[in-house]
């Protein structure tokens, strides 16, 4: 490649053989690389200063150096400093090594002519080059809140100086680094409230993610999950000048503040790119540029680097700069990553090279072709390769585990029921785990190898990331997470013809907790498939709503308007936030014309439901009379148990206060097999009539434990215990974030010997490694680890204990007339159960 300043055949304008756009550390770091190696190169910056994007961070901020693991191959220096130790250091950097920049000269247009480049810049003028790098970033162009009152002057973009705000409450809205940043810069003098629309903090550094969960275990902020700003309203009166009002999991909630600062991330660069030429691999307006494994992009000799090109990591975009000179000059060298995925393959393919084996998973799997190499690069890096046998079991129905799976090569079968026949096949270029992605709910079924395969097994936090920044991939996975659940719940009868017309024409709905599906006495609009959490079915009885029955993911709710033609028999309100999907009606009466073992099941199932409300409602009037006044009617036991959080528990340990003698032999007994600290308080938790639900571990289905946990000792068992490990280090995080109160900070002893109760109960003490003084997170753990079962319910003399299962417990309570709830047999009754 020629590095001489005029090419051979140059046009008569001003020429180089690269030009490099942007002056931030991926443009930096190229342009020291380029002068290392004498290269003819011109450097442009839009502004009147280098490193714009560094320039915007808060006074005083620490920048820092992420990935640890990564190395720096560059000579542009980096190590985490203040931003004003960072800046002096590159603009000594631009001095020592005379670097050829050229300021406020801001580039409007490139244009591929037959040789070269030709670059249009705002004041006219025109360049040409063999060779452009595309080094810009995105931050000129942030993204604002898209919501009435999203504009008034107490909402703000950017946070410039932290120390000109005291004693305010201020709502940080963004879960991303900048967000984190800005609360933690804000805390000491003002009151902080991060609103995060994640469950968790999973895209922030290392670093951010340990402050800010000190800062919040300190009282300095708090946070709220799953939550999304619907308005700002601006008050008149009062000390706040507005109010935040926000979707959050319990509902809608109203947050006086003084002021909001949105730190949203920037709008797509695609009108940009799009202009200049370069492809893109989906329609997704938020997609990222086609780019090869050398930067190189759709429009020959552009090459794109740094945050443009998805990576906005500074040692990423350092280490991108150094590599794409060289690639530029033809010079042989691997990514950083290269030796980390010849890893990955040892086992896989071994006798190709890197590129090679990327390239065969591309072709295998259409679903990665809508990822760009570098996006694929990093998939890879993060997952596990697999390669399970004829036979092998790769998760079982009702798992807890919630990776996702690509298939490379092989053939696997999926089982719905106990039945050993293969419900259906799964082949190479497919994938399975959707339901698990979207909903982190239990595996809907087994899957088995059926030929020897390779998987590539990726985490779900990674494939989360990955489908929010691919709309593309996002829709096609929801889309076949919708077939599967029309496929579970309605019916494995249905043609493949019907089942892609319903999963294409559904429409996907959530709802917060405590918010209405449809409403008695509406008219029809279709069938709700509960995709992920749960609801509750009501009607007015007496003049009251009365509870009749819960319903779980996995199931469905509004046939009988379907099969009866009449308006909404009873009102559906989500139980927690709630995941659905929407049916239509005429669709659903089409399908349902022409399978006539469908039409049987929801006739037989409407049958079934009149009989059941009949029954309830005699319940209700007749032996309950003073009726619907009276605190103990089933109805309100499923009240008081979905305000317990049995709604989104998995098991919930209940005692019978009828029975119980207050021995506490099932709290001794759990202290004597648990490290001398119990995980349940018998007196702490609240009774309704006589049954007591104790201070005690409902193992969510989405544990609210698990969320913000610095070393990741939270984990769910296969069949669903959750359970903290050895590696915790005290924080108390998983404490603070437990809306149950069941989690405490506990010193564990050593066992030597067996106790009282592992005697009796034949249990063999376990070695624990936890010592004296330090204080760990400790929680019920269901005995995960002992054969027999929870030793608090064999401990219990008199059978008042017992651990079930809430769906049942729920059905339960909506159709039995027992005040005794140990001495029936839980049938499960339920909506499409």
């Known amino acids: 490649m020629s590095k001489n300043v005029i090419s051979k055949q140059a046009p008569m304008l001003e020429h180089f053989n690269t030009i490099i756009i942007g002056s931030g550390p991926s443009g930096l770091s190229a342009a020291v690389r380029a002068t290392e190696q004498k290269l003819s190169y011109l450097l442009l910056e839009a502004e009147q200063e280098p490193a714009s ?21 560059s000579p542009l220096p980096f190590t985490a400093s203040l931003r004003e130790v960072v800046l002096h250091t590159w603009e000594r950097t631009i001095i020592d090594y005379n670097l050829n920049i050229r300021y406020g000269s801001k580039v ?23 060779h452009v790098v595309l080094a810009i970033g995105v931050q000129g162009n942030l993204r604002q809140l898209e919501i009435p009152g999203g504009d008034v002057p107490q909402v703000q973009y950017q946070l410039d100086d932290p120390q000109a705000y005291q004693d305010e409450t201020i709502i940080v809205i963004g879960g991303g680094d900048s967000g984190v940043e800005n609360a933690l810069a804000l805390t ?47 008050n008149t009166q009062g000390e706040f000048p507005i109010t935040v009002i926000a979707n959050t999991p319990n509902g809608i909630e109203r947050i006086p503040c003084h002021r909001v600062i949105a730190r949203l991330g920037a709008l797509p660069s695609r009108p940009l790119l799009e202009g200049f030429g370069v492809g893109f691999p989906t329609d997704d307006y938020a997609a990222l540029p086609s780019l090869s494994s050398h930067y190189e992009s759709s429009v020959p000799g552009l090459y794109i680097i740094g945050a443009l090109a998805g990576y906005p990591l500074i040692k990423q975009g350092i280490n991108q700069g150094y590599e794409v000179i060289e690639y530029i000059l033809g010079n042989p060298v691997e990514p950083a990553d290269t030796a980390l995925l010849r890893d990955k393959f040892a086992s896989f393919c071994n006798d190709r090279g890197v590129d090679d084996v990327l390239e065969k998973i591309r072709k295998s799997v259409p679903l990665l072709k809508m990822l760009t190499t570098l996006q694929l690069r990093e998939l890879v890096l993060q997952s596990n390769i697999l390669q399970p046998e004829p036979g092998d079991i790769i998760f079982k129905r009702n798992d807890y585990s919630t990776t996702f799976f690509f298939i490379v090569e092989g053939e696997l079968d999926v089982l719905i029921d106990e039945a050993d026949k293969p419900d259906a096949k799964l082949k190479a270029g497919q994938f399975f785990g959707e339901m698990a992605l979207v909903s982190g709910r239990r595996r809907a079924g087994t899957v088995r190898a059926n030929t020897k395969c390779v998987l590539i097994e990726t985490p779900r936090r990674v494939m989360q990331k990955l489908v929010d920044s691919v709309q593309s991939m996002r829709r096609v996975l929801n889309e076949v997470a919708i077939k ?16 892609n017309d319903l999963a294409t024409h559904a429409t996907p709905k959530s709802f917060a907790a405590g918010e209405e599906l449809f409403h008695e006495g509406d008219q029809a609009d279709g069938l709700y498939l509960i995709q992920s959490g749960s609801v509750t079915v009501s009607r007015i009885i007496g003049g009251r709503e009365v509870v009749l029955y819960y319903v779980a993911a996995g199931n469905y709710v509004g046939e009988w308007s379907l099969v009866s033609g ?33 039409r049987s099941e929801l006739d037989a199932r409407y049958l079934k439901h009149l009989q059941d409300q009949e029954k309830r409602q005699q319940i209700e009037t007749t032996d309950h009379p003073s009726a619907l006044s009276n605190q103990s009617t089933p109805s309100n036991l499923i009240s008081f148990l979905i305000q317990q959080g049995v709604g989104e528990a998995t098991d919930v340990l209940l005692i019978d206060e009828s029975l119980c003698v207050r021995c506490n032999y099932c709290e001794d007994a759990c202290a004597d097999t648990h490290g001398g600290a119990t995980r349940l308080d018998r007196d702490a938790g609240p009774i309704f009539a006589n049954i007591r639900v104790p201070t005690s571990c409902r193992h969510c289905e989405h544990p609210h434990c698990m969320k913000d946990c610095p070393p990741d000792a939270i984990h769910r068992a296969p069949h669903g215990e959750v359970y903290i490990d050895d590696s915790c280090i005290g924080c108390g995080n998983c404490q603070q974030n437990c809306p149950y109160d069941v989690i405490q900070m506990a010193v564990i002893q050593d066992q030597p010997e067996r106790s009282i109760w592992q005697i009796l109960l034949g249990i063999h003490p376990k070695a624990v490694p936890i010592v004296g003084g330090s204080k760990v997170a400790v929680k019920c753990d269901m005995c995960k680890d002992i054969k027999e079962g929870p030793v608090c319910v064999r401990a219990c003399p008199v059978g008042a204990a017992l651990r079930v299962n809430p769906e049942e417990l729920l059905n339960y309570a909506g159709g039995s007339n027992s005040d005794s709830i140990t001495n029936e047999v839980f049938l499960t009754e339920s909506d499409g159960n």
Not at 53 to 73: D, Q
Not at 572 to 594: H, P
Request: charged letters at 30%; glycine letters at 4%.
């Open 566 to 598: 009449e308006p909404r028999y009873a009102t559906v309100r989500a139980a927690v936030a709630t995941e659905a999907v929407l049916i239509d009606a005429s669709r659903m009466s089409d399908i349902i014309a022409r399978n006539p073992e469908i």
């Open 188 to 234: 000491g003098r003002n009151q902080i409230i991060i609103l995060n629309r994640a469950d968790d903090f999973s895209n922030c550094k290392e670093s951010n993610l340990t402050q800010l969960t000190e800062a919040r275990k300190r009282g300095a902020l708090d946070w709220l999950l799953e939550t999304r700003p619907q308005a700002i309203e601006v």
């Open 53 to 73: 994007t560094i320039r915007s961070y808060l006074r005083g901020k620490l920048v820092m150096s992420e990935p640890r693991a990564l190395p720096i191959r």
């Open 484 to 499: 599967w659940v029309v496929h579970v719940c309605i019916g494995l009868t249905l043609s493949e013809e019907d089942l």
């Open 108 to 130: 409007i247009g490139i244009h591929r002519r037959e040789k070269w480049l030709e670059l249009e810049l705002a004041d006219g003028s025109q360049i040409t080059a063999d």
